[in-house]
Every structure is written in structure tokens, then in C-alpha cells.
């Protein structure tokens, strides 16, 4: 495509804005628990470019896709592993139509929740797992492969390794952190944001960055730490609308678009180059992140 890469975009000064929840999304569109989320590409192409759309329209740079879950070891609690190529290439795809030919589709890549400390995996598996989604990804229309919500290290390197090896894709990983009592950060295995950004940069990632378990408040203090870590590489957000309350047994997330949408000078200051949404997050969200963007001239 002509259009330029993320980290060619992020070089020449761009903020850019990615976009925002598709979980609750699929939920409000009538999906229900246990059903496959990745199986609605193909049944349910329509509404899953719904919400493509919606994110286009409210003004982000970028989409994900609906195969967060799409690697085969997860695809066959659902009795989908032999469709793993099928149900990757449909996502990536529909996005690709929502995004046209001027925006980006970063397509989702989520941990496959195995770990090799606990035997239930190799690193030489993940490889393979990760490979095969890739492919199909970028088959389907991928500009780049957003690996996410990660927490242990040698799982997100194999996902960058795969994606750097089978594919032309950039290669973008983030994770997922939380504050611990002492007021520092890190994910479930313990990794701090540092550790996070020199791992994923040694391992080849064109975008390094986090996602989910956080606030806008707390992701600048978590970007600030990967930026000291790695001074060059272009730092995504996909921060959650807030920590969530349960009201009434729902979990609920209080983060208006206003109040994402004023920190988002503080996330560009502490280094932040591409910024969206996780959980709790809606087109508004992203449309007001856009204004906040625009305003500062980026």
C-alpha cells in the first residue's frame, strides 16, 4: 500500500489514534457467553464491520480486528482449531474493508493462555501458533499485527519472532500491567514496564507498548518507564475508560470521553505516539481522544 508505515507515520511527528473496545461491543450486538467471538467473522461478517466502521467513523487512525482469541490452541476449546486460517483471514479482512486503503489495520493477537513454566507448552509451540495466525492475518489484509494484553516474556518474544519472520507486517506487542502495593508496575509474571520494552525491542518489535488493567492516569506513569526504557521505539496505549466499579454485579467503567480525552497531553508528554482504547471504551471515547489529538497540533 502507499500509505506510509506506523513507524514511518510516527517519525514524521504524527500522534496517531487507534481505536477502542470490541469485547463489550460484541456483547451489545447480541453475542453470549461462551460463544467464540472470532467465529462471528464469519457468522456475523455484518455486525463485526459494524463496529470496524463506527471506529473509522468516530476518527481512528487504525482498527484492530476480532481475533484476539484466533490462535489454534484457543480456537479448539470451541472445536475450531481446524478453521484457525479461515476465522483469522475473515477478521482481518473485514477490518481491512472497514479501514479502506488510508487507514491501518493493526490485527488483535492475544496470549494464548499457556505457559511454558507450567509445562503446558514450548517456546518452539508458541512459535508455531503465533506463525500460523500471523500468516493468515496479513492474508486476510493486515498492515500490522498488534500482539496484546501479554504478560510473560518468552510468549510475547515467540509472537514478535513469528510475526517478524512470516510476515511483512509491523510488528506491535503491549502488556498488560498492574500497580502493586509499593506503587510500581508489573504484569501477572512479575515483567515491569522496562523489562517489557527492552525485551520486545531485542526481539524485533517495530511498535512496543500497553493495554488494559489501566487508566489514562496510570498509563503515563507506565509510558514514562518504557520510554526511558527505549528512547526511539514508537509507544502505543489502549488504555481502559477508568478501573472498573461493579454496580449491581455488572462491572462498569466511569472514564467519560471527557475525561480520557484530557489526559491524553499528559500520555503524548510522557511519550506516547499512537493512542486508543480497551475496556469500556466506545466510538465516543476515540472521537473525543481525535479532538485532544488535533489539539495539540499532532
Known amino acids: 500500500m502507499a500509505k506510509m508505515t506506523l513507524v514511518e507515520a510516527v517519525a514524521a511527528g504524527r500522534v496517531l ?13 447480541g453475542m453470549q457467553p461462551g460463544e467464540c467471538p472470532e467465529l462471528w467473522c464469519v457468522t456475523h461478517a455484518s455486525d463485526v464491520l459494524d463496529i470496524a466502521k463506527s471506529y473509522i467513523e468516530a476518527g481512528a487512525d487504525m482498527i484492530e480486528s476480532d481475533s484476539f482469541g484466533g490462535t ?32 491501518w489495520v493493526i490485527a488483535s493477537v492475544g496470549p494464548t493462555g499457556m505457559m511454558t513454566v507450567m509445562g503446558d507448552v514450548t517456546e ?4 508455531q501458533f503465533f506463525k500460523e495466525q500471523a500468516v493468515a492475518l496479513e492474508a486476510g489484509g493486515a498492515d500490522a499485527i498488534c500482539i496484546e494484553t501479554m504478560s510473560a516474556l518468552d510468549e510475547a518474544v515467540a509472537a514478535i ?5 512470516h510476515t511483512r507486517c509491523e510488528a506491535i506487542c503491549t502488556f498488560t500491567f498492574e500497580r502493586t502495593v509499593q ?29 488494559c488493567g489501566n487508566g489514562m492516569e496510570r498509563m503515563v506513569e507506565i509510558v514514562r518507564e518504557m520510554r526511558e526504557a527505549a528512547p526511539t521505539t514508537p509507544i502505543l496505549v489502549h488504555a481502559n475508560a477508568g478501573l472498573p466499579k461493579n454496580v449491581n454485579g455488572v462491572d462498569v467503567f466511569p472514564e467519560t470521553p471527557a475525561d480520557m480525552a484530557a489526559l491524553v497531553p499528559a500520555l503524548v508528554a510522557a511519550g506516547a505516539n499512537i493512542i486508543g482504547g480497551c475496556c469500556g471504551t466506545t466510538p465516543a471515547h476515540i472521537a473525543a481522544i481525535k479532538q485532544a489529538v488535533k489539539a495539540l497540533g499532532k
Not at 17 to 29: C, E, H, I, P, R
Not at 79 to 103: P, V
Request: glycine share 10%; with cysteine.
Open 183 to 211: 506503587g510500581t508496575y508489573r504484569t501477572m509474571m512479575g515483567v515491569s514496564p522496562a523489562q517489557a520494552a527492552q525485551a520486545a525491542v531485542e526481539a524485533g518489535a517495530h511498535v512496543i507498548g500497553t493495554n
Open 161 to 165: 519472532q513469528a510475526t517478524r519472520a
Open 72 to 103: 489454534r490452541c484457543k480456537l479448539q476449546h470451541f472445536g475450531l482449531a481446524d478453521r484457525t486460517t479461515e476465522l483469522n483471514q475473515a477478521a482481518a479482512a473485514i477490518s481491512r474493508q472497514a479501514a479502506g486503503r488510508d487507514h
Open 124 to 127: 518452539a509451540d508458541f512459535v
Open 17 to 29: 489514534v487507534s481505536d477502542g473496545a470490541w469485547g463489550t461491543f460484541l456483547q451489545k450486538k
